[in-house]
């Protein structure tokens, strides 16, 4: 008899939020994807490729290091650092995408694997102190959730609302 898969509902959100987006972006070209709404803001693609990103170079690390290590030390990630490095800048979006996903079917898939008790098992944040494997899988949620508003403002600004007419007038929009 096969193992039980590890049922969360963090899990449940992390496993749908590909979908989420590909929905969100389903008439988003690659103008509108490229295109900043201010110079202090993100694009659509630079959205794609931070998430891409921080999957790998955060998330999956810090997920390898809670299961394999007794209450290891993360390291922080820092955005606004590779941001200014240009790591989220000039990557084709639909690439980026395609990376993010594949990244994170393939930790769902990791995750639903998993004994119910790992999720207990700890860290230690420099910032934040003591967390647990749920504790991450619940911010990982957050993140994400953050980043599917970042994009429903960016697609409803620079998507739908120029070709809204005088109803333009009604929403005082800053994605």
């Given at each position: 008899?096969?193992?039980q898969?590890?049922?969360h509902?963090?899990l449940?959100?992390?496993?749908?939020?590909?979908?989420?987006?590909?929905?969100l972006?389903?008439?988003v070209?690659?103008?509108i994807a490229?295109?900043?709404?201010?110079?202090d803001r993100?694009?659509?693609?630079?959205?794609l490729?931070h998430?891409?990103?921080?999957?790998?170079?955060m998330?999956?690390?810090r997920?390898d290091?809670i299961?394999?290590?007794?209450?290891p030390?993360l390291d922080?990630?820092d955005?606004?650092?590779?941001?200014?490095?240009?790591?989220?800048?000039g990557?084709?979006?639909?690439?980026s995408?395609?990376?993010?996903?594949?990244q994170?079917?393939a930790?769902?898939e990791m995750i639903?694997?998993?004994?119910?008790?790992?999720?207990r098992?700890?860290?230690?944040?420099?910032?934040?102190?003591?967390?647990?494997?749920?504790?991450?899988l619940n911010?990982?949620?957050?993140?994400?959730l953050?980043?599917?508003?970042?994009i429903?403002?960016l697609?409803?600004?620079?998507a739908?609302?120029?070709e809204?007419?005088?109803?333009q007038?009604?929403?005082?929009?800053k994605?």
């Amino acid at each position: 008899m096969p193992p039980q898969e590890l049922e969360h509902p963090a899990l449940d959100q992390l496993a749908a939020t590909p979908e989420i987006l590909r929905i969100l972006m389903a008439g988003v070209t690659d103008e509108i994807a490229v295109r900043k709404p201010a110079p202090d803001r993100w694009s659509i693609a630079e959205v794609l490729e931070h998430l891409s990103h921080v999957e790998g170079h955060m998330f999956r690390i810090r997920l390898d290091q809670i299961l394999s290590f007794d209450n290891p030390v993360l390291d922080p990630y820092d955005e606004k650092e590779f941001e200014a490095a240009g790591a989220y800048s000039g990557n084709d979006p639909e690439e980026s995408f395609a990376h993010w996903e594949e990244q994170r079917e393939a930790a769902v898939e990791m995750i639903r694997m998993l004994d119910p008790t790992r999720l207990r098992r700890t860290a230690r944040h420099p910032e934040f102190g003591v967390i647990t494997l749920e504790n991450m899988l619940n911010s990982w949620v957050c993140h994400d959730l953050g980043h599917v508003r970042q994009i429903a403002e960016l697609v409803r600004a620079l998507a739908f609302l120029p070709e809204a007419g005088p109803f333009q007038a009604a929403y005082d929009l800053k994605p």
